[in-house]
């Protein structure tokens, strides 16, 4: 099996320690990797090793000279945000080879979902899940042999998680995607990578299994290394006898046994068995239970994303209170996130609203998916005292989280994702609210921050509106489901019945795609189809005069196949 990539020796340091070292690993083809680990551990920063775009402090990667490699990042970048989709997928590409290879990103936007219509569209006005498929259309314009993917599954819904999914499952090439979705992974991924201990744990398991084959040899290390511990304590304990004998009696044998027991201290006490440190954090929410009837009541709300913007869709009648823990579910765009920033909004405010009823003694607490709570210039202690004003309580609570004294000043900006989301949640923990409203908390949380998070909302005394994707966490915490769905807000029982009706709009809308892209085809004239082939032609010939060894033969035959059809089309 051919190797696409090889890295020898990875070391990453940081101004607070390093973050990875002594990192070495190879990728052939074929390999479809998941990588994993805890939030801060240097995943995205690894893959960005991987593809140029930052430096190890020391070591080396050495890509393949036949090998394509393409990065798909957690964000578009800002200076395509203002282009339209068709513009925004060949802006990476050379000035001169745009014109000759727009048919290319026409058909690859077709492929991602998109229709004709739609390529005009404005990059900053699509969704989240519509910004996954647009990355993963820019990488594919490089027609990559390897694929490394972001956290791809982040701000998708459970339709586009699936066609995510299906994407990579489907997939010809090899690929290494970082991502906390455990059936994401398990579905697509033939070994996993695990980051932790500044090491890197490989197994050529799926996720799940190769979480369980670590926890085990944690198990087989503790047990190990306490019964080196015991035979460290049994030679120590007889060379301090042996060293005390030697000078009650003036015995320079003993006294020479005894240094010699101390140099096999040390050699056992270096050869000692590792054990990881684990994680030092544990998420953990405190609520306050209000004796009432009701937390929150909503009657003939009209839920908009903005002022003067259209309505969404409207509630009535709809009452939470201590003890209820409601799943907002819906599809991206419905206005989940909407109707949490208007409830925190109105709960700032000192004006009344007719529609809104909060009770008076109730207190909010909000984790914004955007995690713009947190100011970008504050240090990281600064950033806690709206929830925690005492300073004794917010230094413990940052070491508590993993946060070392040395980092207490950091600015909030330079901090990861999943960082910057697990500061928010050390907030969120040193204050009680009565009512907790997340809006997609797991989006950076890594895979033990999401168990804890399931784990503490199913006893959290207060009440709790979670707006997330997260199939697991949903069903594992909540007791009430309400369902956005053609513009209204109704509460259901089943959430297995949400999700089927939530797949049964998707097909209706891949269909109503399909027939709209069988009546406006992206590719409908012949001169397109001449610079295809022109270009395909191109390809193959640039392609046929390298050396053997350097040559695509799987590609070679791919592009002949098309010139053939297209020639085909032409006639």
């Known amino acids: 099996m051919s190797t696409l990539l090889t890295a020898q020796s990875l070391h990453v340091d940081t101004a607070f320690g390093p973050l990875f070292q002594d990192l070495t690993f190879t990728l052939k083809k074929g390999d479809r990797m998941g990588l994993i680990g805890d939030n801060g551990c240097g995943k995205s920063t690894l893959l ?12 080396s990667v050495s890509v393949a000279s036949y090998c394509h490699l393409a990065r798909v990042e957690q964000h578009l970048p800002p200076d395509i945000l203002s282009l339209p989709l068709r513009e925004a997928v060949l802006a990476q590409l050379p000035e001169r080879e745009r014109l000759s290879r727009q048919w290319q990103a026409e058909s690859i936007l077709a492929e991602m979902g998109f229709v004709t219509e739609d390529l005009s569209l404005s990059t900053q006005v699509l969704s989240g899940g519509q910004h996954t498929r647009l990355l993963l259309a820019r990488a594919l314009m490089h027609r990559p042999d390897l694929l490394l993917l972001d956290e791809p599954g982040n701000h998708l819904d459970l339709p586009t998680l699936l066609w995510l999914e299906q994407f990579l499952q489907r997939w010809s090439g090899s690929f290494v995607v970082v991502s906390h979705d455990a059936n994401l992974l398990d579905a697509v991924t033939n070994g996993t990578w695990i980051l932790r201990d500044h090491r890197l744990h490989a197994f050529a398991l799926p996720c799940g299994a190769a979480r369980q084959a670590l926890a085990d040899a944690d198990v087989s290390d503790a047990l190990r290394r306490k019964s080196e511990q015991k035979e460290i304590d049994r030679v120590t304990a007889s060379a301090k006898r042996l060293a005390n004998w030697g000078r009650v009696y003036d015995n320079e044998d003993l006294s020479r046994k005894a240094r010699q027991m101390e140099k096999q201290v040390s050699r056992l006490k270096a050869a000692q068995t590792d054990v990881t440190a684990g994680s030092q954090w544990s998420l953990t929410l405190q609520g306050d239970s209000v004796r009432a009837d009701r937390l929150l009541e909503m009657n003939g709300l009209s839920v908009s994303p903005a002022p003067e913007t259209p309505v969404l869709f409207s509630v009535s009648g709809v009452r939470l209170k201590s003890g209820d823990r409601v799943a907002l579910v819906g599809r991206n765009g419905c206005g989940k996130s909407s109707l949490l920033r208007l409830l925190w909004q109105q709960f700032q405010s000192v004006q009344d609203n007719a529609s809104v009823c909060l009770h ?212």
Request: glycine fraction near 6%; include cysteine.
């Open 360 to 571: 008076p003694r109730v207190t909010v607490g909000y984790y914004d998916q955007t995690l713009q709570q947190l100011a970008d210039n504050d240090s990281l202690f600064d950033a806690l005292e709206p929830f925690a004003p005492q300073p004794d309580v917010r230094k413990m609570a940052l070491i508590g989280a993993g946060f070392p004294w040395i980092r207490h000043q950091q600015q909030v900006k330079t901090l990861s994702g999943g960082e910057r989301s697990r500061l928010l949640f050390v907030g969120l923990s040193l204050a009680r609210f009565s009512l907790l409203m997340l809006d997609e908390p797991t989006n950076h949380l890594d895979m033990e921050g999401k168990e804890a998070l399931a784990n503490t909302l199913q006893t959290f005394s207060g009440g709790v509106l979670l707006v997330s994707h997260d199939r697991q966490l949903i069903s594992q915490s909540c007791n009430r489901f309400w369902f956005i769905d053609r513009g209204v807000l109704s509460e259901w029982h089943d959430l297995e019945a949400i999700n089927a009706r939530i797949r049964e709009t998707s097909v209706a809308s891949a269909a109503t795609i399909t027939a709209q892209e069988s009546a406006h085809p992206l590719i409908d004239d012949s001169d397109r189809l001449l610079e295809k082939l022109l270009l395909l032609e191109r390809q193959l010939a640039d392609d046929l005069a390298r050396k053997p060894k350097h040559q695509k033969p799987h590609l070679q035959a791919q592009w002949r196949q098309e010139i053939d059809a297209l020639i085909s089309q032409l006639e």
């Open 48 to 59: 960005k090793i991987l593809d140029g775009s930052e430096t190890p402090t020391s070591g």
